[in-house]
């Protein structure tokens, strides 16, 4: 069973920016769809940005042209730099695969607020 741990939270203000990073075990997480998704308190989980084995991404409206998703093979990473962050971002941030198959476990994510 593939494991992601997720970092790279924390308190910043609006405007400012943040850098994710998920790593995973396992030796297919190369050939894997990986997204980055997020849950507000009430809210249902979203999936917020995707990049295919390949670099491919795709975005959600809510955060195209200001959050960027990239992966490093070598380092079974995957990472979601979040700049112009708006107080609506304030969510937990998780990592997992995305596709047909069923989602590996999900991790303890990573908590981002956004504040002044």
């Known amino acids: 069973q593939v494991q992601v741990v997720e970092s790279g939270g924390g308190l910043v203000q609006p405007g400012g920016s943040l850098r994710l990073s998920c790593a995973a075990s396992g030796s297919i997480f190369s050939i894997t769809t990986m997204g980055w998704h997020r849950q507000a308190p009430g809210k249902q989980r979203e999936l917020v940005a995707t990049?295919?084995?390949?670099?491919?991404?795709n975005y959600a409206d809510s955060v195209k042209g200001r959050f960027t998703i990239s992966r490093d093979n070598a380092k079974n990473t995957v990472y979601l730099q979040m700049n112009s962050l708006k107080p609506e971002d304030t969510a937990e941030y998780y990592c997992?695969?995305?596709?047909?198959?069923?989602?590996?476990?999900w991790g303890q994510g990573t908590q981002v607020t956004v504040s002044s």
């Open positions: 990049i295919t084995s390949s670099g491919i991404s």
């Open positions: 997992n695969r995305v596709g047909p198959l069923p989602t590996w476990a």
